[in-house]
Protein backbone atom coordinates (compact mmCIF):
# COMPACT_ATOMS: atom_id res chain seq x y z
CA UNK A 1 0.00 0.00 0.00
CA UNK A 2 1.07 3.46 -0.91
CA UNK A 3 1.62 6.46 1.57
CA UNK A 4 -1.38 8.33 -0.45
CA UNK A 5 -3.79 5.23 -0.39
CA UNK A 6 -2.87 4.59 3.48
CA UNK A 7 -3.87 8.39 4.50
CA UNK A 8 -7.16 8.55 1.85
CA UNK A 9 -8.71 4.90 3.73
CA UNK A 10 -7.67 7.23 7.18
CA UNK A 11 -9.69 10.24 6.20
CA UNK A 12 -12.38 8.36 5.06
CA UNK A 13 -12.26 5.74 8.50
CA UNK A 14 -12.92 8.97 10.30
CA UNK A 15 -15.34 10.43 8.24
CA UNK A 16 -17.24 7.52 9.14
CA UNK A 17 -17.00 7.63 12.58
CA UNK A 18 -17.60 11.28 12.60
CA UNK A 19 -21.07 10.82 10.92
CA UNK A 20 -22.10 7.87 12.98
CA UNK A 21 -20.27 8.78 16.64
CA UNK A 22 -19.43 12.86 16.42
CA UNK A 23 -16.42 14.53 17.62
CA UNK A 24 -15.76 12.09 20.50
CA UNK A 25 -15.96 9.40 18.50
CA UNK A 26 -12.95 10.87 16.04
CA UNK A 27 -10.97 11.21 19.45
CA UNK A 28 -11.39 7.97 20.60
CA UNK A 29 -10.46 6.62 17.24
CA UNK A 30 -7.13 8.91 17.77
CA UNK A 31 -6.71 7.81 20.97
CA UNK A 32 -7.09 3.88 20.16
CA UNK A 33 -4.46 4.84 17.40
CA UNK A 34 -1.92 6.33 19.87
CA UNK A 35 -2.13 3.40 22.01
CA UNK A 36 -1.89 1.19 19.10
CA UNK A 37 1.26 2.78 18.19
CA UNK A 38 2.51 2.40 21.71
CA UNK A 39 1.95 -1.60 21.80
CA UNK A 40 3.66 -1.70 17.66
CA UNK A 41 6.93 -0.09 19.59
CA UNK A 42 6.68 -2.52 22.14
CA UNK A 43 6.62 -5.45 19.99
CA UNK A 44 9.27 -3.70 17.57
CA UNK A 45 11.66 -3.44 20.89
CA UNK A 46 10.69 -7.09 22.08
CA UNK A 47 10.84 -9.41 18.84
CA UNK A 48 12.63 -7.40 16.69
CA UNK A 49 9.76 -7.12 14.13
CA UNK A 50 6.07 -7.78 13.26
CA UNK A 51 4.39 -11.11 12.69
CA UNK A 52 1.08 -11.83 11.04
CA UNK A 53 -0.05 -12.94 14.67
CA UNK A 54 1.36 -9.40 16.61
CA UNK A 55 -0.28 -7.67 13.44
CA UNK A 56 -3.56 -9.33 14.53
CA UNK A 57 -3.64 -8.54 17.95
CA UNK A 58 -2.93 -5.06 17.37
CA UNK A 59 -6.18 -5.19 15.26
CA UNK A 60 -8.00 -6.35 18.16
CA UNK A 61 -6.29 -4.32 20.43
CA UNK A 62 -7.01 -1.47 18.52
CA UNK A 63 -10.60 -2.52 18.02
CA UNK A 64 -11.46 -3.42 21.79
CA UNK A 65 -10.29 -0.09 22.81
CA UNK A 66 -12.10 2.37 20.68
CA UNK A 67 -15.51 -0.04 21.57
CA UNK A 68 -14.66 0.68 25.30
CA UNK A 69 -13.73 3.51 24.87
CA UNK A 70 -17.05 4.82 23.28
CA UNK A 71 -19.28 2.95 25.87
CA UNK A 72 -17.63 5.48 28.18
Known sequence: IERGEFYTA???GLVLVFLF????GVLMAVVAGVLLLVYRALIQSKLGGQ???TLGAG?????LLFLLLMVH
Open 10 to 12: LLI
Open 51 to 53: TGD
Open 21 to 24: AGGY
Open 59 to 63: IEIAE
